[in-house]
């Protein structure tokens, strides 16, 4: 096959720059409504969704194209921006549900080229700027939600019928297939096509999309084409996966605030501390890292996040080596930090600096080296105590966000088995026979265990197989973020014939991990309570003590 290695980039690549950009940044967030009494009524919780939020008009949306002009816009600092934050790739919308086209565009006049006073191809301009700089550049496209465009789905929430409503055939056939055409033909190399809200997509809609996209062959797609299309991206979507997706390549997605693209009133900035941390928890977990910015509608990436994403290119001039290139953790979970490793070094990025200088690495190999990437010159002494790796270390993090220390070890990792890999679980419901409780030791991410319908509760009950020392559990849940799910856990192990508790607590929907004080038991039971739905797990592991 040509394209067997058309992901070894992207896995290497770790970090990318995710752009939202439309001429949804006119209002800012924004939107005034009038009321009838002469009196008006704001709302500037929006984003990109304005227009559907705000059940905005087509032809109301469309003048803020006629004041979108970007004159500050420079693909060159753009680019520079994620250069410097160390981002190898780009993702920019290039057309988003509103339907506005952000390229030049033969297919439809609703384009920045052709509706704004702005006149120029931004997309050119970056497709440019990115092989000057040597970045991948990929586009977003809403393939299926298109609410400028008559027949983009789904014709049943549409608020504006006579310009909206239509044929999603004829949608696709003379909007969506031919942009794309346009998008991965007229701007050189396109390294990922971002699909996104499959909304009423057929198989036989997809296939046609997917055609035009199986026409370049190094093409990634990801996993939002709809129609039963699996694509090469897993994609979380605001949240971390708990234990990411082992065998899959995803991609977690999230903004710097709580916008994707530009609101002006909110200053809910997470720090380049918070950033660089989920950096490199996702790569811990195998995964990549699409950190979003909503430029201006002057063209302009917020200071803010160029400041903070220069912060983020600090920290990795200093210990790409540990993110970069590398693979997924690969032994327990530890509490006070997270681990990658590239061939025969493991990294540990200490988030917790040990007081008394003794770090404790549940890794059982024979260590050659330890040094730190701060100061590669100085080898640290170890020592091998059972299956943990004792590493004596300066007495001050020489790091306040993430210190890393390197261990350079001989053979293959010699990891201990998972804590569930002898057990059995029971359940008081199962929905049917695809939802299992059997499902909570899958690692695959469709995968889920349900409680039996119109069940609110069940109780999940674990033979370990023998007596082990368990201090964590990790809960993996199907849910997405916007849902707002949550559950209501309590696990406890069997003491003798008593139940006793060890913690309970709330997930958010997504997936919850905690560290507890050790216990040795073969037995464990956990409770899930859902006001909502019948409980769903997609995965349970346990963790040794640290
Ligand atoms: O492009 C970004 C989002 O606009 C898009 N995906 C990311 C990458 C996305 N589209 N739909 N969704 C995400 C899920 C739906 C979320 C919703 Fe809402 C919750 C729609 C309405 C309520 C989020 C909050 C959007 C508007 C308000």
Known sequence: MPNDHKMDWWKDARFGMFIHWGIYSVPAGKYVFNLPNGQYKEDITQGEWIMNRCKIPVAEYRKYAERFNPIKFNAEEWVLSAKAAGQKYIVITAKHHDGFAMFKSETSNYNIYDATPFKRDPLKELAEACRKYGI?????????????????????????????????????????????????????????????TPKDMTPTLAQKLDSITKLHPYLITNNRLGGGIRGDLETPEQYIPAAGYPGRNWEVCMTVNDHWGYNAYDDNWKSSKELIRKLIDIASKGGNFLLNVGPTAEGIIPPVCVNTLKEIGDWLK??????????????????????????????????????????NVPFANTVTKAYLLEDTATMLPTKTIGTKVMVTVPKIAPDKVASVLVLEFKGEPNILPKLTEGATAKASSELDTTHGVNKIFSTYPKDFYSAAKDQKETTIELNLGKPLAVAGIMLAEPWRTWENKKQQFTLSYKDGNEWKKITDGTTNGTGHTEMFKEVTTQWLRLQLTNDTDPPRLNQLLLYRPD
């Not at 970069?324 to 509490?335: E, M, R, V």
């Open 136 to 196: 991948k550049l990929g586009f977003y496209y809403s393939q299926a939600q298109d609410w400028g465009h008559k027949g983009g789905a789904p014709n049943k929430y549409h608020w504006d019928k006579a310009a909206q409503d239509g044929s999603m055939d004829a949608y696709i056939d003379s909007i969506a297939a031919p942009q794309v055409k346009e998008l991965l033909t007229n701007y050189g190399d396109v390294a990922v096509l971002w699909w996104d």
């Open 318 to 359: 200093i210990n790409g080596e540990a993110i970069y290139g590398t693979t997924a953790n690969p032994f327990d979970y530890i509490s006070w930090g997270r681990a990658t490793r590239k061939g025969q070094k493991v990294f540990i990025h200490v988030f917790d600096w040990p007081k008394n200088g003794k770090l």
